[in-house]
């Protein structure tokens, strides 16, 4: 069984700075997915990031980066210039490739963006 | 592209009344599409993974007879809260599948509020 753990339940930062969200996952499969999505206020599951396990270049979405550390099993989340609009739940997901679409979530980082 | 729509948004009923809730892909074919409950300030919990043309798999302690789930067509499910009670208020939110080697995703729909008085 997959397991994503997620070590901050919450986390500020001050708007126009750079926040780093943590994950971490374990798994015995060699071939699946990471994801970040988002959950602001609306309560709406907004994809914002995903990764390709065979993949080494790290995936890059504007201000949004992540930094994949695979013998690590590291999925961590980099948000640049924070914005008051990032202030939102963030839940790492990992997905085994061709096996039903099947999403392991972690609990989740509440980030508030602060002025 | 990859829009999920869910509707009703937000629900109140009475106690002892079914709600049916409906989840769309709009804009793919999803042979896959997944219900989940969420609980305030809490992760996702996955109820049931529902299958196009087959029986819905439910995940254990969720009762399959207190949840139906028809899942008709590639853009269609919709789940059914039957007999509903005070504990069933929650969020419900539903998501659908996307496949092929460069799209394996969950899309999410805006999730239902409901609230049974």
């Known amino acids: 069984a997959q397991t994503v753990t997620q070590s901050q339940p919450e986390m500020s930062v001050q708007e126009a700075e750079t926040v780093t969200l943590s994950c971490t996952y374990d798994?015995?499969?060699?071939?699946?997915?990471l994801f970040w999505y988002k959950q602001p206020p609306s309560r709406q599951m907004i994809l914002v990031i995903r990764?390709?396990?065979?993949?080494?270049q790290n995936a890059t979405e504007n201000r949004f980066s992540v930094n994949f550390q695979k013998a690590a099993k590291s999925f961590s989340l980099k948000i640049s210039d924070s914005q008051l609009g990032d202030t939102a739940m963030y839940f790492c997901a990992f997905m085994i490739y061709n096996a039903g679409n099947m999403l392991t979530f972690g609990g989740g980082t509440r980030l508030m963006v602060k002025p | 592209g990859a829009v999920v729509s869910q509707h009703p948004s937000r629900v109140i009923c009475k106690s002892g009344t079914s709600v049916k809730i409906e989840c769309r892909s709009l804009?793919?074919?999803?042979?896959?599409m997944f219900w989940y409950r969420q609980f305030p300030k809490k992760s996702l919990m996955l109820m049931a993974t529902?299958?196009?043309?087959?029986?819905?798999?439910?995940e254990q302690g969720v009762e399959k007879d207190k949840f139906l789930i028809n899942h008709a067509s590639l853009t269609l499910s919709t789940l059914t809260v039957t007999s509903a009670h005070p504990e069933d208020s929650s969020f419900y939110i539903c998501?659908?599948?996307?496949?092929?080697?460069?799209?394996?995703?969950?899309?999410f729909g805006p999730g239902t509020r409901l609230l049974v008085l």
């Open positions: 990764q390709e396990a065979y993949k080494q």
């Open positions: 804009d793919f074919q999803a042979t896959t």
């Open positions: 798994t015995s499969e060699s071939n699946y997915y």
């Open positions: 529902s299958n196009e043309g087959s029986k819905a798999t439910y």
């Open positions: 998501s659908a599948g996307a496949s092929g080697r460069s799209r394996e995703t969950q899309y």
